[in-house]
Nanobody, 125 residues
Framework: VQLVESGGGLVQPGGSLRLSCILS????????IGWFRQAPGKEREGVLC????????VYADSVKGRFTISRDNVKNTVSLQMTSLQPEDTGVYYC???????????????????WGQGTQVTVSS
């Protein structure tokens, strides 16, 4: 399974960005897909994780009401829509896929079997 992220960039506080993750390869064993981020000097944290079979979705408290996830099964794409961005949202954002069934565990323990290369998001005026 390969994942390729795109859509990062520089945005002003209060702005929006949409990240996309294209999945390719055999992913019959993939149950959860998630977005993670890592700020300089900090550990990688789960932002939003989804069991794409049950549609159970888990959000980090810091992004509830601001970030949403969507998927396009035809294009094998999972997108992260981010609104009301703040400087603390700055970091490298990674897409991950896992055989893990529980999205809460995936996000809580960064349980990704496959990872993208990451895309930089910078929120600054």
């Amino acid at each position: 399974v390969q994942l390729v992220e795109s859509g990062g960039g520089l945005v002003q506080p209060g702005g929006s960005l949409r990240l996309s993750c294209i999945l390719s390869g055999p992913f019959l064993d993939v149950n959860t897909i998630g977005w993670f981020r890592q700020a300089p000097g900090k550990e990688r944290e789960g932002v939003l994780c989804l069991n794409h079979r049950t549609l159970t979705t888990v959000y980090a408290d810091s992004v509830k009401g601001r970030f949403t996830i969507s998927r396009d099964n035809v294009k094998n794409t999972v997108s992260l829509q981010m609104t009301s961005l703040q400087p603390e949202d700055t970091g490298v954002y990674y897409c991950a896929a896992a055989s893990q069934w529980n999205p809460r565990l995936m996000c809580g323990q960064a349980l990704g079997d496959y990872w993208g290369q990451g895309t930089q998001v910078t929120v600054s005026s």
